[in-house]
């Protein structure tokens, strides 16, 4: 079961999510602020991040930022009462992988919470694949470990894999 870690200043939300959530075969953590959320995630274990847009002291695009900046990869979406354009934007721009507007639909929640987590897993599934060419390069490979020499593209697989 995918662990989605919730935060959200709004007390009642987290007891609606947490039921939903759990309904949907997701396991439910929730923090009511964002001042721990970058420790939790280097941490590991957390498969999608749900965070509120307006929240106190470290508001959504911030602790978004403040992810991006820590080179996490843990998909983050964004819920937010203020479905303007601009807001939808300023959220893509900071890493959010989707964005859903409050009151939240069970059904659309659970569509994009799958579409994140399928996205994310292809990603991670690719960077394998990439790991897995550069064993077997390497084990072929004449110039062995020395990947300034070597020409066939490892260095690339390596700096994709490391940038993911």
């Not at 075969?25 to 939790?40: F, M, P, Q």
């Not at 307006?54 to 998909?75: A, E, H, V, Y």
């Not at 060419?133 to 490892?154: M, P, Q, S, T, Y």
């Amino acid at each position: 079961m995918p662990n989605i870690l919730v935060v959200d200043d709004d007390e009642d939300l987290h007891l609606w999510l947490e039921q939903v959530l759990s309904q949907q075969n997701y396991t439910y953590a929730g923090v009511y602020s964002g001042d721990t959320v970058v420790n939790d995630l280097k941490l590991g274990g957390v498969d999608l991040v749900l965070i509120d847009y307006d929240l106190p002291r470290l508001d959504g695009l911030s602790l978004l930022r403040q992810i991006q900046d820590s080179n996490i990869k843990t998909p983050c979406i964004i819920m937010t009462a203020n479905s303007a354009q601009n807001v939808a934007v300023q959220c893509f721009r900071n890493g959010a992988v989707d964005f859903i507007a409050k009151p939240l639909d069970p059904d659309y929640l659970q569509i994009i919470i799958e579409r994140a987590l399928a996205s994310h897993a292809g990603h991670l599934r690719n960077m394998a694949y990439r790991a897995l060419a550069f064993v077997k390069h390497k084990e072929d490979c004449i110039h062995g470990d020395n990947r300034e020499r070597c020409n066939c593209g490892l260095r690339e697989v390596i700096d994709g894999i490391r940038d993911f």
